[in-house]
């Protein structure tokens, strides 16, 4: 071979180029430290050899020179126009049968009739078919079309039909069943698959709030083991391609969270109205975060999704605020005119950001109103209270934080707890900012008043408190109110919840307040539970001072509620139950009534509002009544509350700990607070590589 190709060069080049040629092979033999026989032996290294030949020969003539392919194919000249000597030279290279393919062309097998007596036929083209078993429709490569290869397949798969001939075959070819295009199966491959898995578990990562090295520490392993134990070591090997680095982790949960995004902008663009709800706070790298939820109809049923989750680089303002949700707003073509409404913390004669914000957002969008969110409206409702049960409420919280505030104490307290037998160990710590939390820690600190009695050192000057059967009652009571006012503010909250879910519970309230100052009246204390078993258990009457200041403190509750959740004349009681409306509503025009008797005429809807709640009642009904229905769905998408902001920043501090602080957080919120499901298939079907590495 070698000489071949030196006569070659000694026909077509110059003593130089051989001599060029012949050195740098001389070089590439003593490199591979083989000598020239042994080397030309081997298959792999003799074709390593051609081809370095024919590269130094294309180096010294200074142009690219192309594999040629077959006889039949033109030669085109690469670079530059050659002249008439150096032409016929490669012709006569290109009409050379020994050099005129660098790389063999695969061998096609043929298929031949008699392969059928081996229950095989042809699939696909004639040319280069493949092989095809008539019994169990396998497909087998081209290269099996080897009659020892089919019968093999034959003897081990059909054994039963091993001593059939040609014409029990060619009977079961013609057959109807068979006459019918073989359905492809198409499987994903390895890579694919590991890329599918990568993208759950970094989605199950994410709903989690862990750690990204969590996929590659903890779950990587414990998927081996679990295998490992359950199949085999083969199939635990498989789980090494499934890549949960850090990075990737990372990676993958921003296109989770891109996907996810895709589809709410697909939403928002093709629904007829949506309503907002905002809020602000600081992390714990001392950034300014935004949350804005969105509430709209989609399908069936109305809808509350993450809209944004921002943080604001520089001065946390109303107008930045609004020029963050202005930009998103614009960036994915969402119209302003679809907002009808924009819940916040802040009330319409307070002076704030999120106040700024609002009447920004009402600017670009006339047709939207603002509402104040109705469990901060009852948290300021609930904090007026008399003096004296105001003197009570800040004793116990002193002699709470007497022992919450010193380690050692909390420590005692729990040792003798435990010596008494009591029901529990530990205080409570009372927090301004959530409310809810008065009532637990007001209950837990009166059912440990013998306990802390015994603990208590007779200097600390609150220790009388616990001997005082007075204020031990005063406690009783706002145990018990405080208690039932955070059951009715937990109530309120949650996921699709109404205006009028929150005026009926406020209603409820305000008639049972009545009730209470009545029966407390009348000296009858089984409305408070905790305060009737201390009476029993001391065998007192309540005094007439501690009647008055309980009955001041529920006239006053009731009347400040009715201050922030005032009565109103509501002309939109068809909503709610439009089977009771038997005059023409003031906001409905004629053709809309007209529509709204139709619809309560109908005994089916009738039959399906007492079935369905009443977001999923009027979203229901747009295909069939759809003017009627649009505008009850127009009532029906202002947010409530903030209760979504509020558990939104609830998450947002557990997955942003003090050991991330650099993490951003926002494709977390945006998987983790979102009710879409991402799909990782359309994910994985738009990457070009399918396995990053």
């Not at 994903?188 to 599918?196: G, I, K, L, R, W």
């Not at 109809?297 to 107008?319: H, M, P, V, Y």
């Not at 009476?535 to 009347?559: F, M, P, W, Y």
């Amino acid at each position: 071979m070698i000489a071949h190709l030196l006569c070659i060069l000694l026909y077509n080049f110059n003593t130089f180029v051989i001599l060029n040629v012949y050195s740098k092979l001389t070089m590439f033999c003593t490199t591979n430290t083989l000598p020239m026989d042994l080397l030309l032996k081997q298959g792999s290294l003799k074709q390593e050899v051609e081809s370095f030949c024919y590269q130094i020969v294309s180096e010294s003539n200074d142009q690219k020179v192309g594999i040629l392919q077959s006889e039949d194919e033109q030669l085109q000249p690469s670079v530059s126009k050659k002249s008439e000597g150096e032409l016929s030279r490669v012709k006569f290279m290109s009409n050379s049968s020994k050099i005129t393919t660098f790389s063999k062309k695969p061998k096609r097998r043929k298929y031949d009739e008699s392969y059928l007596s081996f229950g095989f036929t042809y699939f696909g083209n004639r040319d280069a078919p493949h092989a095809q078993c008539v019994l169990c429709k396998k497909i087998l490569s081209n290269s099996s079309l080897a009659p020892s290869k089919l019968r093999r397949h034959l003897e081990t798969k059909h054994a039963a039909y091993k001593d059939k001939d040609i014409s029990f075959f060619k009977q079961h070819l013609d057959s109807p069943e068979n006459n019918k295009p073989p359905t492809p199966k198409i499987v994903n491959t390895d890579n694919e698959s590991a890329t599918e898995a990568s993208y759950n578990v970094s989605y199950h990562i994410a709903l989690s709030g862990e750690a990204h090295t969590i996929g590659e520490l903890l779950i990587k392993p414990c998927a081996k083991d679990v295998v490992m134990r359950m199949f085999d070591e083969q199939y635990s090997k498989k789980i090494d391609a499934v890549q949960l680095s850090n990075s990737t982790v990372a990676r993958r949960i921003k296109d989770l969270a891109a996907d996810i995004e895709e589809e709410l902008v697909c939403r928002l663009k093709i629904c007829d109205g949506f309503s907002l709800q905002l809020d602000e706070s600081a992390d714990v790298s001392g950034l300014a975060v935004l949350l804005v939820f969105v509430r709209y109809r989609f399908n069936k049923s109305i809808e509350e999704d993450l809209l944004l989750c921002e943080s604001l680089q520089s001065n946390a303002t109303g107008e930045e605020i609004f020029n963050c949700i202005n930009s998103f707003m614009q960036k994915h073509e969402i119209e302003w005119e679809k907002c009808v409404d924009v819940c916040s913390d802040a009330s319409r004669a307070m002076d704030g950001k999120i106040a700024e914000a609002v009447t920004l957002i009402k600017y670009v969008a006339p047709e939207s109103t603002s509402s104040h969110c109705l469990l901060y409206r009852h948290a300021l409702a609930v904090k007026i209270m008399p003096a004296s049960l105001k003197n009570v409420l800040d004793q116990a919280v002193q002699i709470i934080n007497y022992i919450k505030a010193r380690p050692h104490q909390s420590r005692l307290l729990k040792i003798l707890c435990e010596e008494m037998g009591a029901q529990h160990t530990a205080l409570l710590l009372n927090t301004e900012v959530r409310w809810l939390s008065r009532g637990k820690v007001l209950v837990r600190l009166f059912e440990l008043r013998r306990e802390l009695l015994v603990f208590m050192d007779s200097a600390f000057r609150l220790s009388d408190c616990l001997t005082n059967s007075s204020w031990l009652l005063r406690l009783a009571y706002l145990a018990d109110i405080f208690t039932k006012l955070n059951e009715v503010n937990l109530s309120m909250q949650g996921k699709n919840v109404t205006v009028f879910t929150v005026f009926d519970k406020m209603s409820s309230l305000l008639r049972k307040l009545e009730f209470w100052a009545s029966s407390v009246e009348e000296e009858n204390f089984d409305c408070f539970p905790t305060l009737s078993d201390f009476l029993t258990e001391i065998n007192s009457t309540v005094d007439k001072d501690i009647c008055s200041a309980i009955v001041q403190h529920l006239r006053g509750l009731r009347s400040t509620l009715l201050k922030y959740f005032p009565v109103t004349n509501d002309n939109n009681t068809w909503v709610r139950n439009p089977f009771t409306v038997t005059v023409k509503p003031v906001s409905l025009v004629a053709r809309d009534y007209e529509s709204l008797i139709d619809l309560t005429s109908d005994s089916q809807v009738k039959q399906n509002f007492s079935e369905l709640s009443l977001n999923d009642f009027w979203s229901s009904l747009i295909q069939e009544y759809p003017s009627i229905a649009r505008r009850a769905v127009r009532v029906l998408l202002p947010f409530a509350t903030m209760h979504l902001c509020e558990t939104g920043f609830s998450y947002y501090a557990a997955t942003k700990t003090k050991y991330r602080k650099r993490l951003d957080a926002a494709p977390h919120m945006r998987i983790r607070l979102s009710n879409i499901t991402p799909n990782i298939k359309r994910i994985c079907d738009k990457k070009t590589q399918k396995h990053c590495s």
